[in-house]
């Protein structure tokens, strides 16, 4: 299953680096009027933009989590699928933040669902939300 790492990393990487090559910072395009657009928007905080002056803090606490995870997924090869895949989401999600945090100092945001108040976000932190959701409704059900 550490396929679907590989390309949920891929993935959120790939649209980031385009955002970065084609917007200027706190840019946008609309793809979907009064729907949706692609803003640049760098984010040195945690979720929601929280916490912004400690960007570094948050990179060693997010690696040391994510190395954890990694480690008890490996001492823990026979989990359930669908624990193995929520715990997979969280950990390749969390690592592709973590790679913008090392990288360029921030994590890219860029999802602007314009619809509704709500914060800037990108693929990992969907992926990261629904390993989340996964993970509780595993644990629910258990």
Not at 12 to 34: F, H
Not at 66 to 85: D, E, Q, S, T
């Amino acid at each position: 299953m550490w396929y679907i790492a590989l390309i949920v990393l891929a993935a959120d990487q790939i649209t980031k680096l385009w955002v970065i090559n084609s917007l200027p910072v706190y840019e946008s395009r609309v793809l979907i009027p009064g729907v949706l657009s692609v803003t640049n928007v760098p984010n040195t905080g945690a979720f929601f933009g929280l916490l912004p002056q400690y960007n570094n803090a948050i990179a060693i606490i997010s690696m040391m989590i994510a190395c954890g995870m990694v480690v008890f997924l490996w001492l823990n090869r026979k989990l359930p699928k669908r624990l193995n895949l929520a715990l997979i989401f969280i950990v390749s999600g969390a690592v592709s933040n973590i790679a913008d945090r090392l990288w360029h100092n921030a994590v890219i945001d860029f999802i602007n669902l314009q619809f509704m108040n709500f914060p800037i976000f990108n693929i990992a932190d969907v992926i990261i939300t629904l390993g989340a959701v996964m993970l509780v409704w595993h644990l629910i059900r258990s």
